[in-house]
């Protein structure tokens, strides 16, 4: 996926390049139209398989265009909100994908995919705040910046403990117990 995106991305930046200011709407809307005619055509890709590989190839399809789309606007519209859209859009379609990749396997292993998911995708989150909160203004920078990073460790270290501890459930006994207070020590949970 991440293949993917990267992909569409330099194909979108001839078209986008040095117009994030002079773009007219009629570029604006004749990329935009080009964004939906793609997504169509993967679309249609999709429509030739079958079970969970069509459900992943929609996914996919479906995270390009989003992707697509955010960055048209970030190029249109270019402020920190556009481009905390643009980080958003990219972590929600990779973490559908792997979602819909999870659905694969089952029991425990199914589960740790999940929450192994769940944890990047809170990461990647984590990380767009704290870069949108960095490009704003120098007056309130240096405290909203803390204030962000500060939230963002504490989400980070509890959706990688919540992968951790399900891990854990793999095990029993003593050899769980063990799993579970090195996790937490490990991500400072008390």
Do not use: W
Not at 130 to 142: F, I, L, N
């Amino acid at each position: 996926m991440k293949y993917k995106i990267a992909a569409l991305t330099l194909a979108l930046s001839p078209l986008l390049a040095g117009h994030a200011l002079a773009m007219t709407k009629a570029e604006y809307k004749a990329v935009e139209d080009r964004i939906e005619v793609d997504y169509k055509a993967n679309k249609q890709r999709c429509a030739t398989l079958a079970g969970n590989t069509k459900d992943i190839c929609q996914a996919e399809a479906k995270g390009i265009e989003k992707v697509s789309k955010a960055q048209l606007e970030a190029q249109f519209k270019p402020t920190p909100s556009a481009e905390f859209a643009v980080r958003e859009a990219r972590a929600d379609a990779q973490y559908e994908i792997a979602k819909e990749k999870c659905d694969d396997l089952s029991g425990n292993t199914k589960d740790v995919c999940e929450k192994d998911a769940k944890a990047a995708h809170v990461r990647a989150l984590a990380d767009a705040k704290v870069a949108k909160t960095d490009a704003e203004t120098a007056d309130v920078r240096v405290e909203k910046l803390a204030a962000a990073q500060k939230s963002a460790v504490g989400d980070k270290l509890s959706a990688d403990y919540s992968a951790a501890k399900e891990r854990c459930d793999a095990l029993a006994g003593s050899g769980k117990d063990a799993c579970i207070a090195d996790a937490k020590v490990r991500f400072g949970i008390r």
